[in-house]
């Protein structure tokens, strides 16, 4: 009786679907619940984010009001018009009439103001040039922060999926321990740490899930889309051609893809063009200090024009007017307050600038280090899910113990969390690359990479 129990045990577990075994060996799949509702590309969430942020509208009003600013100072350099007209009425003593009029016309300019009014012009324009710079900088800056939360919600999916495939061989491991110990064929322990991993990973799951939630929620915050709309997911393979290429980079290649970098950040980061305006400004604001010691001329021309009790009279005049100011002793601690702006805005351009090119060369380093890992990743989690097979049958026909089997499932979750981890570090560690060369794309780069390697 015993051996023909063993013998329906045997049976039952070589006929258990080849599907359930999937759930550990095979790729995860997208479900019904991550498939439902609208799909989101990465480009749309920037969009509607950048749509969105009220820190983007404020910087694009402060835009706004630079140019105000800039057209005041230029109208204020244009001639000055003014116009008057009066009438009046006399009480008569006599029959003539007592109505009189008058009408004027005025109008006056600067000559000659020691170059004043073009110093504040080009100071005017460095300050829109600034304020359009700290535009685009919240503008990437925003895009960043929409890119990490994408790629959050789509590395908790992944993440919350795989837990999903874990709890999933654990059960089937504790069909196969049950099977075996109603054939006494395991021992009771054993199915009791099997049934205590299941717990173990229905919590993980449920932490997953929670974290998943809450980046969803995160992402629709940011976009104003629903928590339903989901994520189009990465396809990872359009970037092995990148990634292959990165880890060949070494040398010169190396080298010329660093500096390549760096010259683009160089030129489009707008923390370091702003930095760089700063420095300019202040430069015009020491020439305006200068121009004060120099003297103003004006000319004005008045004309008027009278009429009452039947005569009329016109009158015009020119006016010519020079002024200096003598207050030395303020002039030249103007002066050298203004030097002194202009020596600390030069510093910080050079500190800036500095900053800048370390930055960025880390963010290389950790761009090519998170490239580099996912090969292996890939090649540890195609080892590990071709183990726990093997391991399995082998638990099957009792050659193996659910030890091994927990082992081997261990090593598969193991490394999947790895090559997750590996990859988003790989995208998010892109993003970063491209906020500090000052791109709203990764397009830039890549060629860069394509250009850089010796392949």
């Known amino acids: 009786m015993k051996l023909h129990l063993r013998t329906i045990v045997s049976v039952f577990l070589f006929l258990i679907p080849a599907a359930v075994l999937s759930a550990q060996t095979g790729q995860v799949l997208p479900s019904a619940e991550n498939t439902a509702g609208q799909q989101l590309s990465l480009t749309e969430a920037r969009s509607l984010a950048l749509a969105k942020s009220a820190a983007v509208r404020k910087y694009t009003l402060a835009v706004d009001e630079a140019v105000l600013v800039k057209k005041a100072q230029e109208y204020a350099a244009l001639p000055s018009l003014s116009a008057s007209a009066a009438a009046a009425y006399n009480i008569p003593d006599s029959l003539p009439d007592g109505v009189s009029a008058s009408a004027g016309l005025s109008a006056s300019a600067t000559v000659f103001d020691g170059g004043k009014n073009l110093v504040l012009s080009k100071k005017y324009d460095y300050a829109l040039q600034a304020a359009r710079e700290d535009l685009r900088a919240e503008r990437i800056t925003v895009i960043g922060t929409v890119d990490a939360a994408f790629f959050a919600v789509l590395e908790n999916q992944a993440s919350r999926d795989a837990a999903q495939s874990d709890l999933d061989a654990a059960k089937l491991r504790l069909e196969i321990a049950q099977a075996k110990a109603g054939a006494g064929a395991i021992s009771k322990s054993d ?138 002793w303020a002039l030249r ?31 290389v380093w950790n761009w090519i280090s998170s490239a580099m890992a996912i090969p292996s990743c890939v090649t540890a989690l195609t080892y590990a899910r071709t183990n726990y097979e093997n391991v399995l049958e082998k638990f099957k026909l009792s050659s193996a113990t659910s030890s091994d089997v927990s082992t081997a499932q261990s090593l598969v979750s193991t490394d999947e969390t790895a090559l997750i981890s590996a990859q988003y570090a790989f995208l998010s560690n892109l993003s970063t690359l491209r906020g500090l060369a000052g791109l709203e794309d990764e397009a830039e780069i890549i060629a860069a990479v394509k250009t850089g390697s010796s392949e």
């Open 333 to 363: 601690n103007s002066i050298k307050q203004a030097q002194n702006a202009l020596a600390q805005a030069e510093a910080g351009t050079e500190n800036e600038g500095e900053a800048l090119n370390l930055n960025v060369v880390q963010a």
């Open 191 to 328: 199915l009791l740490e099997t049934e205590s991993e299941i717990a173990s990973y229905q919590a993980a799951l449920d932490k997953a899930k929670a974290a998943f939630i809450s980046a969803e929620v995160k992402l629709s915050s940011l976009t104003g889309q629903p928590a339903s709309s989901k994520p189009v997911p990465v396809d990872f393979t359009v970037y092995d051609t990148v990634i292959r290429k990165l880890g060949t980079l070494d040398g010169n290649a190396l080298d010329t893809f660093i500096g390549s970098v760096v010259s683009t950040a160089r030129a489009g980061s707008p923390t370091y063009s702003a930095s760089v305006l700063s420095a300019k400004e202040a430069g015009q604001s020491l020439s305006a200090a200068k121009t004060a010691c120099l003297p103003t001329l004006s000319a004005s021309l008045n004309g008027k024009y009278t009429a009452g009790q039947g005569t009329s009279n016109t009158s015009a005049g020119v006016t010519l007017s020079a002024g200096v100011d003598l207050d030395v």
